[in-house]
């Protein structure tokens, strides 16, 4: 069974940082894609940032060039960097792989940002 485990929310003010990680039980070259989802009250759920087998990179218009999306494969281990965070950050942050045609999801990690 895939599991895909996230680290690293908390509190945080406006203009901070926090760096989330994701450690999956399977290695990183077995997933197609790799990303990070959040869902902050009230909203769905959204992309932030993802990750192509082959390491090319995208992310939402929201968070450019203030995350950065990279990972270890030694250590099957995917992060998100998040610099000047600001308090519409705050969310729900989810880990998210897929291999072939599953879907696998984290069971997802606070992120705060206080204003």
């Known amino acids: 069974q895939v599991q895909l485990v996230e680290s690293g929310g908390g509190l945080v003010q406006a203009g901070g940082s926090l760096r989330l990680s994701c450690t999956a039980t399977?290695?990183?070259?077995?997933?197609?894609?790799m990303g990070w989802y959040r869902q902050a009250p009230g909203k769905q759920r959204e992309l932030v940032a993802t990750?192509?087998?082959?390491?090319?990179?995208d992310y939402s218009d929201a968070v450019k060039e203030r995350f950065i999306i990279s990972r270890d494969v030694a250590k099957n281990t995917m992060s998100l960097q998040m610099d000047s965070l600001k308090p519409e950050d705050t969310a729900v942050y989810y880990c998210?792989?897929?291999?072939?045609?599953?879907?696998?999801w984290g069971q997802g990690t606070q992120v705060t940002v206080s204003s």
């Open positions: 998210y792989g897929q291999i072939r045609d599953t879907d696998y």
């Open positions: 990750m192509l087998l082959l390491g090319s990179t």
């Open positions: 399977e290695s990183l070259f077995k997933f197609k894609t």
